[in-house]
Structure formats: structure tokens, C-alpha cells
């Protein structure tokens, strides 16, 4: 394997994306970018009883991008805000089987996106 080959699952999630497009009655969303390639990536989470009832993404980004914001959003759904808030890039990559080296940091997107959308409902609720 290359370093830029991905596995099966990587590639199951890049082509299947779970949870992507929009949330229309989202209760908070949050947009990052990656500055090393220009990669953005935005998350939206929709929260009853302070579990993540629903969340959806959207991302412009490469392979690695996608697959880590799917892969991102199935672990968050269902979990409390505060289990959710605890999701790492690292859980994220390893959940996949993990990145190619080089890719690794394409995983950061997702992680820090979600966790910025938490902050931010949690800041409009006060
Ligand atoms: Fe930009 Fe992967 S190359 S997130």
C-alpha cells in the first residue's frame, strides 16, 4: 500500500457518506477551514435532552475530509453533548482503521468542527 491508499472503510465512507447535506431545524452549527489545503467543512447538530438528536455535514474537501466528517457525525449521533465533545481526531482516524499518514491531519476538520458546533449551542442557550 502507498502512502496515500486508502482502505476499505475510508473509501466505504468517501463513497457512501453518512449523515451528509443539511439540517434544516439545526439548533447549532459551526464552519472550519483547513488552512494548509483550503478544505472546509461544516457541521450541524440538532440537540434534544442534551444528546445529539441529529447532525448532518457538509464538506468540500478531499477523500480523508469526507470520510473523516461521516465518520465523525455517525460516532456524535446519540451521545451526549458532553460524550460528543470528547470525540478526537484520533478516535475519529482510528474508528476508520485509520488515515495514511499524510492524511492524518485531514481528520482534524471533523473533530474540531463538531466541537465548535457544541460551543456554539451551548453559547446561543445562554
Ligand atoms: Fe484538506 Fe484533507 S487535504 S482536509
Keep these: ?38 478544505d472546509v467543512m461544516r457541521i450541524m447538530i440538532k440537540v434534544s435532552d442534551d444528546k445529539i438528536a441529529d447532525i448532518k455535514f457538509q464538506t468540500m474537501g478531499c477523500a480523508a475530509a469526507i470520510a473523516t466528517s ?36 485531514c481528520s482534524n476538520l471533523a473533530a474540531d468542527a463538531l466541537r465548535l458546533a457544541i460551543a456554539n449551542f451551548r453559547k446561543n442557550k445562554k
Excluded at 449521533?77 to 475519529?92: Q, T, Y
Aim: charged share 30%.
Design 70 to 105: 461521516s465518520m465523525a457525525t455517525e460516532l456524535a449521533k446519540g451521545k451526549s453533548l458532553d460524550e460528543a465533545e470528547k470525540i478526537s481526531n484520533k478516535d475519529v482516524s482510528l474508528a476508520l482503521g485509520e488515515l495514511p499518514p499524510i492524511k492524518e491531519h
Design 1 to 38: 500500500m502507498g502512502n496515500t491508499d486508502y482502505n476499505e472503510a475510508v473509501m466505504d465512507h468517501f463513497r457512501n457518506p453518512r449523515n451528509m447535506g443539511e439540517l434544516k431545524d439545526a439548533d447549532a452549527e459551526a464552519t472550519v477551514g483547513n488552512p494548509s489545503c483550503g
